[in-house]
């Protein structure tokens, strides 16, 4: 069985998660889906990044709905596909991490 990881968005507990890759059209910047693993097959559940332009490799800007503590991008953090946060940009009243990815526990997730 392929490899699963359990997330927690705003204290809703999401069994065997994954991820679904592929790159914006007009920007090539990298996206990713968290997506969870169903008797019904692979379902999306929430955005992992937003399109804010071209990226340096192994690079995302993350979409953390979950407040202004960044608990997403904490809990990509423990299961290692966020290497580290870079900075942070701020567009109006949001804020996104930009942050360095792991290619091979995105592998290792991959839906």
């Known amino acids: 069985m ?3 990881f ?3 968005l705003n204290g809703m507990y999401i069994p065997q998660c994954c991820f679904k890759t592929g790159y914006y059209k007009n920007s090539g910047a990298l996206a990713i889906t968290i997506c969870r693993r169903t008797t ?3 379902l999306p559940i929430i955005p992992l990044t937003i399109n804010l332009g071209p990226m340096k490799n192994h690079c995302a800007a993350v979409r953390d709905i979950t407040g202004p503590d960044y608990k997403l991008t904490k809990q990509m953090q423990r299961i290692g596909l966020v290497k ?3 900075t942070t940009i701020t ?3 949001t ?3 930009i942050c360095e990815i792991d290619e091979q526990t995105l592998t290792k997730y991959a839906a």
Do not use: E, I, R, T
């Open 2 to 4: 392929k490899k699963s």
């Open 6 to 8: 359990p997330l927690n």
């Open 40 to 42: 019904l097959g692979v």
């Open 84 to 86: 580290k946060k870079l």
């Open 91 to 93: 567009l109006g009243y």
């Open 95 to 97: 804020s996104y991490p």
